[in-house]
């Protein structure tokens, strides 16, 4: 039962344990205890062998059971079962969900009070407790990470669960549906009333600042409405695209389109002088061990700038035929032939589709493939993270003090940079404008926002 703490699961666990042949043997993955509370031993485990070996008490525990074994996890129990059993397609799964300021509200009472079970009215202690929004954001995070972990894992494993609200708990109709889905035979005549409910008043009679809470929660965006929509394809590490100074300790992890050829010639320069590339994954490991300290680094550059290098670079260029032949084709853009020349005019209006190309592209509306050279630079980012994410993100515009700093850090002297000339038959001066900056903002709305790009201007080239 995948639950989470003051969702009515001790409640659900009491009727799933009246069912006959289901035993359901509480939070066995606790970090503090095994079980229930103050409980530090089950079936021959104590803490310290769960510790050790988890899987081992999961297995001890289907085997020690008669009929269906079960237990409660939350957010915070040990991970090596929650993999072990996601992947498992033979466990079922239950998900209990409640309403987060409910569950919050009770968490927060039941702090204050010390009373986490209640089975005798007549010893009910009750509060009112403080909001604090701050918190709470926290408490939901945490609440929604954890279901979308769930989400994820089920999908990925092509397997379904059993979804239940705290409401839904105390319907006898549904827990016989949850047996059936356990295909267990047993049903349940009545409801098991040995625990009672807590603190069942309204929300603003529990709390003793209802305004503040109200206020609070109505600037949290429940509907995700500022969210920007992503369509883009995740990106693998891109590591054999790395290169590594000779002797000098600094990694560069390349975001296409950016000033590679600049950077690149720089390194080289750099310690003993050289490269080191062409890495996989485990020849990195080595070279990071080998080179103590080591920095890795990469380099931003304005979203118009890096799509209007890779237009020229890739497209015009006709690095990529079958690409250009399709824009050409399916997309209209008027492209010149390999080794001519386009006016002012005409190169602008080609890289305005291009531009117009890469939202749709980006959106996932195309069928064509998302290019590393033209993919948003937060994809990418996100991308190296899957292996490890740089030490640091310079941005073009001060490239030459980024770098110089990061020499300094190594103790190495800072080789010249030197700037590598615009391979475009048209310089972006001489057709940029507003059309053009707002074409690239739609394409790259990520970058934009996530990386504080304002309007480009001749300067940041």
């Known amino acids: 039962m995948f639950a989470a703490m003051r969702t009515g699961s001790n409640f659900l666990e009491a009727n799933l344990n009246c069912l006959p042949g289901v035993t359901c043997h509480g939070e066995v993955f606790n970090p503090h205890f095994i079980g229930r509370q103050n409980q530090t031993a089950l079936f ?11 899987l081992l008490l999961l297995a001890r525990l289907r085997q020690r059971t008669d009929g269906l074994a079960g237990f409660r996890f939350f957010h915070d129990h040990d991970p090596r079962v929650f993999d072990a059993v996601m992947a498992d397609p ?13 569950c919050y509200v009770s968490w927060k009472i039941a702090q204050q009070t010390g009373q986490w079970k209640l089975t005798n009215a007549s010893k009910l202690k009750t509060s009112r407790v403080r909001f604090d929004g701050r918190e709470f954001e926290q408490h939901l995070s945490m609440l929604q990470d954890f279901q979308i972990r769930l989400m994820h894992g089920l999908q990925t494993s092509g397997q379904t669960a059993f979804y239940i609200d705290y409401e839904d708990i105390s319907d006898l109709a549904v827990l016989n549906g949850l047996a059936q889905f356990l295909g267990v035979e047993g049903r349940l005549e009545a409801l098991d009333e040995t625990l009672k409910k807590q603190n069942p008043e309204e929300i603003s009679e529990k709390v003793l600042n209802p305004a503040e809470m109200t206020t609070a929660l109505a600037r949290l965006d429940r509907f995700n409405l500022a969210r920007t929509p992503n369509f883009e394809p995740r990106r693998r590490a891109a590591i054999p695209g790395f290169v590594a ?11 296409r389109g950016g000033p ?18 062409d890495f996989v994954q485990k020849s990195l490991r080595q070279w990071k061990r080998s080179h103590t300290p ?21 497209i015009l260029g006709d690095a990529m035929p079958e690409m250009r032949a399709a824009l050409a084709r399916i997309y209209q853009i008027d492209l ?21 190309f890469l939202k749709l592209n980006l959106a996932g509306q195309t069928g064509l493939r998302v290019d590393p050279h033209w993919a948003s630079q937060t994809a990418v980012l996100q991308g190296f993270a899957q292996f490890q994410g740089p030490d640091v993100v310079l941005r073009e515009e001060r ?9 300094a850090e190594l103790g190495v002297p800072a080789a010249p940079l ?12 001489a057709i940029y404008d507003a059309e053009i900056e707002a074409a690239a903002r739609d394409a790259y709305q990520r970058d934009y926002m996530g990386f504080g790009f304002g309007t480009w201007t001749p300067s940041l080239n």
């Open 90 to 102: 033979a466990c079922a799964k239950i998900i209990l969900t409640r309403n987060p300021i409910e």
């Open 260 to 277: 590679e050829v600049a950077v690149t010639e720089w390194l080289a320069a750099l310690g003993s002088g050289g490269l080191t590339g």
């Open 399 to 407: 490239l030459a003090e980024g770098l110089a700093w990061l020499a």
């Open 44 to 54: 021959g485990f104590d803490l310290a062998a769960r510790a050790a070996d988890p």
């Open 336 to 356: 010149p032939a390999p080794g001519q020349r386009q006016s002012a005019r005409a190169h602008r209006a080609a890289f305005l589709g291009f531009l117009r």
């Open 245 to 255: 100074a000779s002797g000098a300790g600094l990694l560069y992890m390349p975001l």
């Open 418 to 429: 030197l700037a590598a000339p615009e391979a475009a038959p048209h310089p972006l001066t």
């Open 294 to 314: 080591h920095r890795s680094f990469t380099v931003l550059r304005h979203p118009v700038a890096r799509a209007h290098a890779v237009f020229c670079r890739q």
